[in-house]
C-alpha cells in the first residue's frame, strides 16, 4: 500500500518559497502516487514565485521519479503534466493539453514535483526506457514542449531558423530544428554554450540589437520569455513566415501588427508537448542535453536552488529529492 503519511516538500504561498514537513499526502483517486526522484527548475516556476497566476501549493513539473501503483508500478516514470477531464470535445480529440476542466502539474490546482510524492493520472505517464539516466529523464518535459514545434509548424517547408534566447527552452528548440534539417541561428548571450549545439546550429551574440540585412530566417522562435522580443523577430522573419511563441510572457508588450498583416506572417502559440517523440529523440541519441545541468541541490535546500537559479546565466539547476 502507498503511504498516506504527510510529506516534505516545497510549498509556494503568497510569494514566499518554504520547506515544509508537513504537506498532505497528494494521491487522488484513480490515479497514481510517483515517488520523485529528481524535479528540474523551470523559468515558469521561478515566474510562478514571483507570483504568476497566483498559484499556491507546491510547485514542479520538470520530474523523473518511480511509479507506486498503476501499470508501471516499480519502473522510473515521467509524465506530460495537464491532467485532463478525459469526456469533454478537447479531450476526445486527444487534446487534452487543452481540456478546459484540466489541472496542471505544479502549475494550476494540482500539487507539483519539488515534494517526496506527487499524484498522476497513469494515462500521463510514460515509463523511461534504462538508456537514460535520471538526470537526462528530468529533460524529457522541457524537451516534448520543443518537438510541440514540429506538430504544428511544417518544417520541410522551412530552410533557416532563427531562435531567440539561448536558454534552457531556446537550447532544446534549436536542437530539434537542427534535428530537422534547418540550419539554425540562436540569438542569445552565451556564445560558448554553442558547442551543446548540432553543427548546422550557432549562437550569435546581440543579434537582434542589430539591424537585420535582408530577412534572412523563414522561421523564427521566441524562446526567452520576454515579451517585446517578438517585435523585434518581426523585421528578422521573410514574407510568409511563421514565428513560434514558445514562452508565456508574464506582462503584455505592445506590437505593431501591420508588418504581420502586409508580411503575412503566421503567429503560432505554442506550449507543451507529447513525450514519446522527445523519449525516442533522447533514447536513439539524436538529441543530446549532456552538459546542460549546471547545480544541483538537495529538496532541504530546494529555496536555494530557486534562489540560484534565478539569478540566471545558469543552464539548468536539479534538485534530487530521493537522496
Ligand atoms: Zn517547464
Ligand atoms: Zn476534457
Redesign the pocket.
Known sequence: MPEQKPMTGLFLADGSLALREDLPHPERPGEVLVQVRKVGVCSTDLALARGYMGFQGVPGHEFVGVASNGPFAGQRVVGEINA?????D??ARDL?RH????TVLGILNRSGAFAERLSLPAENLHPVPPEIDDDTAVFLEPLAAAFEITEQVSLSSHRRALVAGDGRLGLLCAKVLALHGLDVVVAGHHPERAELLPKNATIEKDLLDGKPRGRPFDLAVEATGKPEVLAQLVPWVQPRGTIVLKTTAERPAPLDLAPVVVDEITLVGSRCGQFPPAIEAIRSGQVSVAGMVAARYPLSESPAAFQRASQGGLLKVLVDVST
Open positions: 485532463a477531464c478525459g469526456q469533454c478537447w479531450c487534452g481540456c478546459p476542466e484540466r
